[in-house]
Antibody, heavy 120, light 109 residues
Framework: QVQLQESGPGLVKPSQTLSLTCAVSGLSIDSYDHYWSWIRQAPGKGLECIGYIYYTGSTYYMPSLKRRLFISLDTSKNQFSLELYSVTAADTAVYFC????????????WGQGTPVTVSS | QTVVTQEPSFSVSPGGTVTFTCGLSSGSVSTSFSPSWYQQTPGQTPRTLIYSTNTRSSGVPDRFSGSILGNKAALTITGAQADDESDYYCVLHMGSGIWVFGGGTKLTV
């Protein structure tokens, strides 16, 4: 069974970089049938997909975050990561990693989510 | 920019039937958008309910069903139960590898 687990600091200072990792077990991230995505949910708000990466290294970033977001993958550790630069309070959210099925066009596996607060 | 629209809230009596919809600010939703639906209890991980318009994810009871109604995707809960009280999100695949979430519908049972 595929499992995804996020990890990273729960508190980041404004203007600094938020770094999160999603460890994947049960399936190699070298999968041509899946994207590996990051989704966030600000307090009291809905879900938004901020970006994803394919095993080839190609990426998609939400346009409003394109200049601050970088997603990478580490096949040796079977994990993928997010870096969000120059964070502000507006980046405070629960961050989920999720697998996207390219065969069926949906988010078929989710991590538990990790809360991140941006505050000095 | 096209927005995916959902009703902000719905209320249903226990045992009742409720249908949420998922539309576009411009245009119609069809099966080509591969509508999917997710249930989220506050503070919890989203749970996949429906994908490819009307296919239930593993373990999802058959009282949850998906469809296209007119120009929108729809999620119907038949025989609502107390533990169905959650937020429900639809997602549409807009093509070119872009998936967009709706704003979510809060269901009160």
């Amino acid at each position: 069974q595929v499992q995804l687990q996020e990890s990273g600091p729960g508190l980041v200072k404004p203007s600094q970089t938020l770094s999160l990792t999603c460890a994947v077990s049960g399936l190699s991230i070298d999968s041509y049938d899946h994207y590996w995505s990051w989704i966030r949910q600000a307090p009291g708000k809905g879900l938004e997909c901020i970006g994803y990466i394919y095993y080839t290294g190609s990426t998609y970033y939400m346009p409003s975050l394109k200049r601050r977001l970088f997603i990478s993958l580490d096949t040796s550790k079977n994990q993928f990561s997010l870096e969000l630069y120059s964070v502000t309070a507006a980046d405070t959210a629960v961050y989920f990693c999720a697998r996207v099925s390219l065969l069926k066009d949906y988010f078929d596996n989710w991590g538990q989510g990790t809360p991140v607060t941006v505050s000095s | 920019q096209t927005v995916v629209t959902q009703e902000p809230s719905f209320s249903v009596s226990p045992g009742g039937t409720v249908t949420f919809t998922c539309g576009l600010s411009s245009g119609s939703v069809s099966t080509s958008f591969s509508p999917s639906w997710y249930q989220q209890t506050p503070g919890q991980t989203p749970r996949t309910l429906i994908y490819s318009t009307n296919t239930r994810s593993s373990g999802v009871p058959d009282r949850f069903s998906g469809s296209i109604l007119g120009n929108k995707a729809a999620l119907t809960i038949t025989g609502a139960q107390a533990d169905d009280e959650s937020d429900y999100y639809c997602v549409l695949h807009m093509g070119s590898g872009i998936w967009v979430f709706g704003g979510g519908t809060k269901l009160t049972v």
